[in-house]
Antibody, heavy 119, light 109 residues
Framework: EVQLVESGGGLVQPGGSLRLSCATS????????MIWVRQAPGKGLEWVSV???????YYADSVKGRFTISRDNSKNTLYLQMNSLRAEDTALYYC?????????????WGQGTMVSVSS | QTVVTQEPSFSVSPGGTVTLTCGLK?????????PSWYQQTPGQAPRTLIC???RRSSGVPDRFSGSILGNKAALTITGAQPDDESDYYC?????????FGGGTKLTVL
C-alpha cells in the first residue's frame, strides 16, 4: 500500500520560512515525479512544484525563487523549503506521487499539511 | 500565462448523464496535454479518477470516463449517484509543469 505523509506545516509570520516533509512508503521518491500541490482555504487546487526522477525541478511562477523542492533518497522523503512566505501562501499543501510517466497523472495523494502565514 | 477553463458549476439528476469539460483559454486541448481528472469532497484530499485522457484509476467505477470532445477534454459521468456530488478538477500537463482548472462544483439533485 502506498502512503504519503506530510508534516512540517504551521503558523509563520510573513517573510518567514518553513520546510515541509513528505514521508513515503510503497513508492520511492525517485519515482517518475513527485509533486507539491496546494489549496488555499475555500479555493481550488494549484500546482506548486515537481521533482522528476532524473532530478529536474520546476516551479509555478507564484513560488519561483522562494520555494525549493528536494528529496532524500535514503530517507525516502520529499521536501519543500519555503522562504519569504506571504499571506497568499496560506494553504493546505499536498504531496503527490506520480508513478506512470506515460499518463502524467497524480497517482497517489497525501492528506496534506496546513501552512498559515499571518502576523 | 496558461489558463485552464472549467464550468464553475453543473447540475445533474440522479441517474442522469453529465459531461464536464476542460479547455484552454487560448488553444485546443489534445491528448498531448495528458488531461487528468480529480474528485474532491469537502474536507477530503482529492481522489484520482482519470489520467492520460481516458485511463481510469484503480477502483474508479466505469461510469466515469474521459475523452476529448472537440477542442476540450471531457469527463462524463453516466448514471450519476448522490455520492458523485463533489468538486471536480482537471489538470493539463504543459511539458514540464501542470496547470489546474478552476474546478466544477457538481450538484446531484
Amino acid at each position: 500500500e502506498v502512503q504519503l505523509v506530510e508534516s512540517g506545516g504551521g503558523l509563520v509570520q510573513p517573510g518567514g520560512s518553513l520546510r515541509l516533509s513528505c514521508a513515503t512508503s510503497g513508492i520511492t521518491v525517485t519515482t517518475s515525479y513527485m509533486i507539491w500541490v496546494r489549496q488555499a482555504p475555500g479555493k481550488g487546487l494549484e500546482w506548486v512544484s515537481v521533482i522528476y526522477g532524473g532530478g529536474g525541478t520546476y516551479y509555478a511562477d507564484s513560488v519561483k525563487g522562494r520555494f525549493t523542492i528536494s528529496r532524500d533518497n535514503s530517507k525516502n522523503t520529499l521536501y519543500l523549503q519555503m522562504n519569504s512566505l506571504r499571506a497568499e501562501d496560506t494553504a493546505l499543501y499536498y504531496c503527490i506521487g506520480g508513478v506512470d510517466s506515460s499518463s502524467k497523472g497524480f497517482d497517489f495523494w497525501g492528506q496534506g499539511t496546513m501552512v498559515s502565514v499571518s502576523s | 500565462q496558461t489558463v485552464v477553463t472549467q464550468e464553475p458549476s453543473f447540475s445533474v439528476s440522479p441517474g442522469g448523464t453529465v459531461t464536464l469539460t476542460c479547455g484552454l483559454k487560448s488553444g485546443s486541448v489534445s491528448t498531448n496535454y495528458y488531461p487528468s481528472w480529480y474528485q474532491q469532497t469537502p474536507g477530503q484530499a482529492p481522489r484520482t479518477l482519470i489520467c492520460g485522457t481516458n485511463r481510469r484509476s484503480s477502483g474508479v467505477p466505469d461510469r466515469f470516463s474521459g475523452s476529448i470532445l472537440g477542442n476540450k477534454a471531457a469527463l462524463t459521468i453516466t448514471g450519476a449517484q448522490p455520492d458523485d456530488e463533489s468538486d471536480y478538477y482537471c489538470v493539463l500537463y504543459m511539458g514540464t509543469n501542470w496547470v489546474f482548472g478552476g474546478g466544477t462544483k457538481l450538484t446531484v439533485l
